[in-house]
């Protein structure tokens, strides 16, 4: 049986030490603009997402453009043609055009590598969601699963990954039109921190509307006893869009509650830091509440 090669894209957020010790995912960087200035991330030479946040606070804002089918033919070419399969783990089709993008570059590349597989699975998923259900599919491979075996355990279980996101400031929202001036003033006097879920479309929705930080990681931490299945998987995700001492803290309260839980915390990437700011905290872990 020959290899087969994970990929997925930058909105995932997949730092390295996630990944250690795990099969090799391979991930395509992204474009974004902020300052007047594009940027690459998710290449070694690519911006930081720390450097990102700063300029963010610098009073920058900034915009993402999905990956055009060429980006896709410059990745997954080599592995093709050194007879290598494909299993691409895509973001969401309900937040950005990338998988359509994505589909008309396998779908060429197919007929040019008949004999290869390529498949490319949208995980309705975003950011460290995204990573998370990435890094769960690379274990996946690593116990032996074949690419089918994988991409059906992918598609079964994709949707048991429960992000729910809470966001520090409008300020991102308002300029990218998620929410309203009146209502981005009101929630800013009265310190109001959004919480945010990935549905099952993949789409990004207010769900609660508590004031203060301490407020809103009790109300994640409320979501995760409602519905957390330590039978999947004890992992959980901690993200965090350069606040490391909120992710501390979330981290804490969540050993407190699930002493048996294995926690990693990564950064939220520019992808999805270009519409939520800094200071954005997600909170992600195999649930049925999602």
Known sequence: MDGYQIFTDATSDLA?????????????????????????????????????????????????????????????????????????????????????????????????????????????????????LVREAAKKQREGLSIDELASWVMEHRLEVCHWFTVDTFTHLKHGGRVSGAAAAMGTALQIKPLLHVDSEGKLQAVEKPRGRKKAVTT????????????????????????????????????????????????IGPIIGAHTGPGALALIYWGNNR
Request: hydrophobic share 35%; charged share 20%; proline share 6%.
């Open 16 to 132: 390295p030490e996630l990944t250690a010790g795990l099969p090799s995912v391979e991930m395509i960087p992204m474009n974004v603009e902020i300052g007047g200035t594009e940027y690459s991330y998710g290449s070694p030479e690519g911006i930081t997402a720390k450097e990102f946040y700063r300029l963010q606070r610098a009073g920058n804002f900034a915009t993402t453009s999905q990956i055009n089918p060429t980006i896709y033919f410059k990745h997954f070419e080599p592995c093709l043609r050194q007879g290598t399969d494909i299993l691409y783990l895509c973001f969401s089709s309900g937040l950005s055009g990338t998988y359509q993008s994505a589909f008309l570059a396998v779908e060429e590349l197919q007929q040019e590598y008949p004999e290869r597989r390529i498949i490319c699975i949208d995980t309705l998923a975003a950011a460290v969601g995204e990573g998370f």
């Open 220 to 267: 994640q931490i409320a979501r995760m006893e409602q519905g957390w299945k330590p039978e999947l998987g004890k992992s959980i995700l901690i993200g965090h869009a350069d606040d490391p001492e909120a992710a501390d803290m979330l981290k804490e309260r969540l050993l407190e509650q699930f002493p048996d839980s294995e926690i990693c915390i990564a950064y």
